[in-house]
């Protein structure tokens, strides 16, 4: 009856990103799985143009493994590999950031494979698309990312079919705008080791109206909202949006909801926060399924 925690990384991430909690995960006894999404981890592009000294015109063309890849992709992969998960006992699907967009899909999709899903300062659309919340009045202090992404960006994506960003920049402006928007509470030491397990590719597609959260199957799936009181890049605002969209669409089935101090990428460099609290729902878990 032992949990597995099926762990999804966000955007521009994988899942060397999930290492530290693993670790902590594992020194309190559970078992845990990080997903690498298609075109992520040794999945991801990196051209010549992307080492030192650096070929900015040539990384801004390159052509990338993510080239075409859909959300349909990363849900079909998810689902894969929550079935494999499922076959040695329960499961609990964690999302973070751009990751609870698969999540949620392959919830839609699959929700037999899921005893709990866990989201945590991760999008999971129900009224809008998800693209459409960043001009919602939730998102107006959303700078420092936007401001980053811009200075960094390497092509055009539509020409490449995909959206890369130089996280090996060395412009001062957009490294000021990484950290205010992921990691203003941590050091600039973690920050740039944190950018180079980065990967400069993202795929471009993020679902549409039928991705959004589905009442029928998501929503009879046990769910937590895990808040980051202190996230610069998916402001709490929108955080509690998301709840109360999610509880208005399930009010029988509403979000179980923590909140942890921090960033949007603090809880992955000092994960012990985090595993405690996944260990609680581990523990919620196996109670709720029937033996």
């Given at each position: 009856m032992?949990?597995?925690?099926?762990?999804?990384?966000?955007?521009?991430?994988?899942?060397?990103?999930?290492?530290?909690?693993?670790?902590?995960?594992?020194?309190?006894?559970h078992?845990s799985?990080?997903?690498?999404?298609?075109?992520h981890?040794?999945?991801?592009?990196?051209?010549?143009?992307?080492q030192?000294?650096?070929?900015?015109?040539?990384?801004?063309?390159?052509p990338?493994?993510?080239?075409g890849v859909?959300?349909?992709?990363?849900?079909?992969?998810?689902?894969g590999?929550?079935?494999?998960?499922k076959?040695?006992?329960?499961?609990?699907?964690?999302s973070?950031s751009?990751?609870?967009?698969?999540?949620t899909?392959?919830a839609?999709?699959?929700?037999?494979?899921?005893?709990?899903?866990?989201y945590?300062?991760?999008?999971?659309?129900?009224?809008?698309?998800?693209?459409d919340?960043?001009?919602?009045?939730?998102?107006?202090?959303?700078?420092?990312a936007?401001?980053?992404?811009a200075?960094?960006?390497a092509?055009?994506p539509?020409?490449?079919?995909?959206?890369?960003v130089?996280?090996?920049?060395?412009?001062?402006?957009?490294?000021?705008?990484f950290?205010?928007?992921f990691l203003?509470?941590?050091?600039?030491?973690?920050?740039?080791?944190f950018?180079?397990?980065?990967?400069?590719?993202?795929n471009?597609?993020?679902?549409?109206?039928?991705d959004?959260?589905?009442?029928?199957?998501?929503?009879?799936?046990?769910?937590?909202?895990?808040?980051?009181?202190?996230?610069?890049?998916?402001?709490?605002a929108?955080?509690?949006?998301?709840?109360?969209?999610?509880?208005a669409?399930?009010?029988?089935?509403?979000?179980?909801v923590?909140t942890?101090?921090?960033?949007?990428l603090?809880?992955?460099i000092?994960?012990?926060?985090?595993?405690?609290?996944?260990g609680e729902?581990a523990?919620?878990?196996?109670?709720?399924?029937?033996?």
């Amino acid at each position: 009856m032992q949990p597995t925690f099926v762990l999804v990384h966000g955007a521009f991430a994988n899942s060397f990103s999930f290492a530290p909690l693993q670790a902590e995960l594992g020194l309190l006894g559970h078992r845990s799985v990080a997903v690498d999404l298609p075109g992520h981890g040794f999945g991801a592009t990196y051209s010549h143009a992307y080492q030192a000294p650096q070929d900015l015109e040539g990384l801004g063309a390159a052509p990338g493994s993510l080239q075409g890849v859909t959300l349909a992709d990363n849900a079909r992969h998810l689902i894969g590999i929550l079935e494999r998960a499922k076959e040695n006992g329960p499961v609990i699907l964690v999302s973070h950031s751009r990751g609870g967009i698969t999540a949620t899909a392959a919830a839609n999709a699959r929700p037999d494979l899921i005893d709990r899903i866990v989201y945590v300062s991760a999008w999971c659309p129900v009224d809008l698309d998800a693209n459409d919340y960043y001009a919602e009045p939730e998102m107006a202090t959303v700078d420092a990312a936007s401001l980053a992404l811009a200075l960094a960006l390497a092509g055009n994506p539509a020409e490449l079919g995909l959206l890369r960003v130089n996280f090996r920049t060395a412009d001062r402006d957009a490294l000021a705008g990484f950290k205010a928007a992921f990691l203003a509470d941590g050091t600039d030491e973690e920050l740039l080791t944190f950018l180079n397990t980065f990967q400069p590719d993202e795929n471009l597609d993020v679902g549409t109206s039928a991705d959004r959260a589905q009442a029928a199957t998501w929503g009879r799936i046990p769910k937590t909202f895990v808040r980051l009181a202190d996230d610069a890049s998916l402001p709490l605002a929108l955080q509690d949006r998301l709840i109360r969209e999610g509880n208005a669409l399930t009010p029988d089935n509403p979000y179980d909801v923590r909140t942890l101090e921090g960033s949007h990428l603090k809880w992955l460099i000092a994960p012990a926060p985090a595993a405690r609290v996944l260990g609680e729902l581990a523990a919620l878990t196996v109670e709720s399924v029937p033996c």
